[in-house]
């Protein structure tokens, strides 16, 4: 009888099969379109996207967002999107315009606008104008994710931040303020860029996720600086639309190094103001 038990017990499982896929589809590679097709990004993963003001950094992030709310019948992954426009310059009207564009790409005409209101639904905003309110956003985002889970049925899985250098300039300059404000406390770049880093592995701790996040910069071989050569062997999976010879893309790492070195980027997209296939528009 005992032997029978074990047996049955045996059988039934660990889990369910819907419980195994469900694992199983958390940690396979996210599907975007081009020019990340070729990156294979996962939950837990952190990837930057860097180049000049006029290389459609947002808009790949556009295309990725999208193809995360849609259904997976759309050609989408069926979850929420969590934007945080640092730069302050979103269009929320072109992202309507491509959503629309992508649904009436499966058939008709006219697009379901059932469907469209479930995407733009899914895709979730937060403007943030410095430091301090980005700091107080990521503090407070578990109970937000917690929230919009329980509304929309499905969770935040990837986290966009654009740009992640936007207030890099604002706080240096805030380090040399005059000595009549002594007094007050003073916001460091190094400071920032630690409280930064601790509030997105903690996040990805309780909820894992991928996040993407641009930066821009200046190229230029006379800012070069030998870490910038080379960024890891994750750079030759890219698309050779995305990255090619590195000299041509030598930049001056503007960052604290805390950000550079304590948050596990893999990899470093190079952007340059080209078009790809219809999907890069300055």
Same mark, same amino acid.
């Given at each position: 009888m005992k032997e029978k038990e074990e047996i049955e017990k045996w059988i039934e499982g660990d889990e369910s099969a819907a419980e195994m896929l469900s694992r199983v589809s958390s940690v396979r590679p996210f599907v975007f379109?081009?020019?990340?097709?070729?990156?294979?990004?996962?939950?837990?993963?952190?990837?930057?996207?860097v180049g000049p003001s006029p290389s459609a950094k947002t808009q790949i992030l556009i295309h990725a967002a999208i193809t995360s709310v849609l259904p997976k019948p759309y050609g989408g992954l069926d979850h929420l999107v969590l934007f945080l426009d640092l730069d302050c310059r979103f269009d929320i009207t072109r992202f309507s315009q491509l959503l629309i564009h992508r649904i009436t790409q499966h058939g008709t005409d006219?697009?379901?606008? +059932?469907?469209?209101?479930?995407?733009? +639904?899914r895709f979730l905003y937060v403007r943030c104008y410095d430091s301090f309110?980005? =700091?107080?956003?990521?503090?407070?985002?578990?109970?937000? =994710?917690?929230?919009?889970?329980?509304?929309?049925g499905v969770g935040v899985h990837v986290l966009m931040i654009?740009?992640?250098? +936007?207030?890099?300039?604002?706080?240096?300059?805030?380090?040399?303020?005059?000595?009549?404000?002594?007094s007050k406390k003073k916001l460091f770049l190094q400071t920032v860029s630690e409280a930064v880093v601790q509030n997105i592995r903690k996040l990805l701790q309780v909820?894992?996720?991928l996040i993407m996040a641009t930066k821009s910069v200046i190229f230029g071989n006379r800012y070069s600086t030998a870490p910038n050569e080379v960024k890891g062997n994750m750079e030759e999976r890219c698309s050779k639309n995305m990255t090619r010879n590195h000299q041509n893309f030598q930049y001056r790492e503007y960052m604290p190094s805390v950000w550079q070195m304590s948050i596990p980027v893999q990899p470093?997209?190079?952007t340059q103001p080209t078009r790809w296939n219809g999907y890069c528009q300055n």
């Amino acid at each position: 009888m005992k032997e029978k038990e074990e047996i049955e017990k045996w059988i039934e499982g660990d889990e369910s099969a819907a419980e195994m896929l469900s694992r199983v589809s958390s940690v396979r590679p996210f599907v975007f379109p081009p020019p990340l097709h070729r990156v294979p990004l996962r939950v837990g993963n952190v990837l930057e996207l860097v180049g000049p003001s006029p290389s459609a950094k947002t808009q790949i992030l556009i295309h990725a967002a999208i193809t995360s709310v849609l259904p997976k019948p759309y050609g989408g992954l069926d979850h929420l999107v969590l934007f945080l426009d640092l730069d302050c310059r979103f269009d929320i009207t072109r992202f309507s315009q491509l959503l629309i564009h992508r649904i009436t790409q499966h058939g008709t005409d006219s697009y379901d606008q +059932a469907l469209y209101r479930l995407c733009m +639904a899914r895709f979730l905003y937060v403007r943030c104008y410095d430091s301090f309110e980005f =700091l107080h956003t990521l503090r407070t985002l578990h109970c937000r =994710l917690e929230k919009e889970k329980e509304v929309h049925g499905v969770g935040v899985h990837v986290l966009m931040i654009d740009s992640i250098g +936007a207030f890099h300039w604002m706080d240096r300059a805030s380090m040399f303020l005059s000595q009549r404000q002594t007094s007050k406390k003073k916001l460091f770049l190094q400071t920032v860029s630690e409280a930064v880093v601790q509030n997105i592995r903690k996040l990805l701790q309780v909820h894992p996720m991928l996040i993407m996040a641009t930066k821009s910069v200046i190229f230029g071989n006379r800012y070069s600086t030998a870490p910038n050569e080379v960024k890891g062997n994750m750079e030759e999976r890219c698309s050779k639309n995305m990255t090619r010879n590195h000299q041509n893309f030598q930049y001056r790492e503007y960052m604290p190094s805390v950000w550079q070195m304590s948050i596990p980027v893999q990899p470093i997209i190079k952007t340059q103001p080209t078009r790809w296939n219809g999907y890069c528009q300055n």
